[in-house]
């Protein structure tokens, strides 16, 4: 049963603190999406890779955020320094999207972790 | 560029009714359409999708939904809700043949509740 993982499910911190959230894709996809969800805000696309390679990081907070993928099976996302207002449930989702003709962009989403800023 | 509006931020309606949620969206471009549903502390699963063909497309959980190219909407129906449908649905446009990477936009979500 292919799914997404996303470790921890939970995390609560204090501001300042270095958070960083793990992501397992679907094996096989080419694709990976960040996205955070809060009330305000709904869904927020954050970061997403395709290949591995960053091809839009525009949706993140530059000055403490990063998101990576040391390898085809692991994307990252850190926040550094952590603040209450970071607080949200972070999604990772994996698709698998064609180079060429139409872009099929069907995400898999995780359970998301749910991270709490004090 | 385009957008997704869910007019209904909240539909409480009684078991065994039918339901109606509905999705408008704003593209220049042909697109595709997605019903996504989270339930509580879950991430987000797909219900449907249309990408071309049929303009009524079926998907899980009894549910499914219009394409209306013309009222460009891709509302969702099920004539019969349970319990157990009670949950969060997304929306969600993307352009298939956009070169950006923010290809899948969701709208603001619709809470269904179902009652007893």
């Known amino acids: 049963d292919a799914r997404v993982t996303q470790t921890p499910r939970h995390k609560v911190t204090e501001m300042g603190q270095e958070v960083t959230m793990r992501c397992q894709p679907i094996l096989g996809h080419n694709t990976v999406f960040w996205y955070r969800q809060t009330m305000m805000q709904g869904l927020e696309l954050l970061a997403y890779f395709r290949n591995r390679a960053p091809l839009d990081d525009s949706g993140m907070p530059k000055d403490r955020f990063s998101a990576e993928m040391p390898d085809a099976t692991l994307a990252t996302l850190k926040i550094q320094p952590s603040e209450p207002r970071d607080s949200a449930v972070y999604f990772c989702a994996s698709g698998l999207v064609r180079d060429r003709g139409p872009r099929n962009t069907e995400a898999f989403f995780g359970q998301g972790t749910r991270l709490t800023v004090v | 560029a385009q957008s997704v509006t869910q007019l209904d931020s909240q539909v409480p309606v009684f078991e065994e009714a039918p339901v109606e949620l509905r999705c408008n969206y704003s593209?220049?471009?042909?697109?595709?359409l997605f019903w996504y549903v989270q339930y509580p502390n879950q991430g987000l699963q797909l219900l449907l999708k249309?990408?071309?063909?049929?303009?009524l497309v079926k998907g899980i959980n009894g549910f499914e939904a219009e394409f209306n190219k013309s009222q460009t909407s891709f509302h969702l129906r099920k004539p019969s809700v349970h319990i157990s449908d009670t949950a969060e649905y997304f929306c969600?446009?993307?352009?298939?043949?956009?070169?950006?990477?923010?290809?899948?936009?969701f709208g603001s979500g619709t809470q269904l509740t179902v009652l007893p």
């Open positions: 249309y990408l071309s063909g049929s303009t």
């Open positions: 969600a446009v993307s352009d298939p043949f956009s070169g950006s990477a923010r290809q899948l936009t």
């Open positions: 593209s220049s471009v042909s697109v595709y």
